[in-house]
């Protein structure tokens, strides 16, 4: 089994359904799951668009880290994501951040998430459910998000994980 790390966002529609349908989709092939508290963020990158709900979830899976993605981009069509504007809004986006301690630079998946150390509103719910995360080559996530602007960052809610 591989503990995978996602995060989920989402600055259109019903951002907390969009939110929950991820963690209700796992179940069969992710187990032992976590979900972060739900943060309501400043858009980051395009900043002239609404807030998101952002969250992170921790799971155990057999799938390998190009099944992730394939779960992650399955989420996303079924919420209806158009990408027409890199860091745009979206109904929903699912990044893979981390599968178990692997680093690879593929065509299709970078792991750990190539930006994720950047962003705050990825390592603050990352810490609630991983204290001593480190990313390779970047350091502690704690540390990390010490060295970043999280003002505007709110707690928004929670997700329901089953049992």
């Known amino acids: 089994m591989a503990h995978v790390l996602l995060g989920v966002g989402s600055n259109l529609g019903d951002r907390e359904a969009a939110l929950q349908s991820v963690v209700d989709a796992m179940p069969g092939h992710f187990h032992s799951l976590r979900a972060s508290q739900v943060y309501s963020t400043p858009p980051w990158g395009v900043t002239d668009q609404p807030h998101f709900l952002n969250a992170v979830i921790a799971a155990e899976t057999e799938l390998t880290p190009l099944q992730v993605l394939e779960f992650a981009h399955g ?89």
Do not use: K, N
């Not at 990408?83 to 692997?102: C, F, K, M, Q």
């Not at 998946?109 to 962003?119: F, G, I, S």
């Not at 603050?124 to 990390?144: D, H, S, V």
């Open 75 to 163: 989420c996303e069509l079924r919420a209806r994501r158009v990408r027409d504007e890199r860091w745009g809004p979206r109904t929903l986006d699912v990044d893979l951040i981390a599968y178990d301690d692997l680093e690879q630079d593929h065509p299709v998946l970078t792991l750990p998430h190539p930006r994720a150390h950047e962003r705050a509103f990825v390592l603050l719910p990352l810490l609630e459910l991983e204290p001593c995360f480190r990313f390779p080559g970047q350091g502690a996530a704690a540390a990390l998000l010490a060295g970043l602007d999280a003002s505007g960052i709110t707690l928004h809610g929670s997700l329901q994980v089953m049992a």
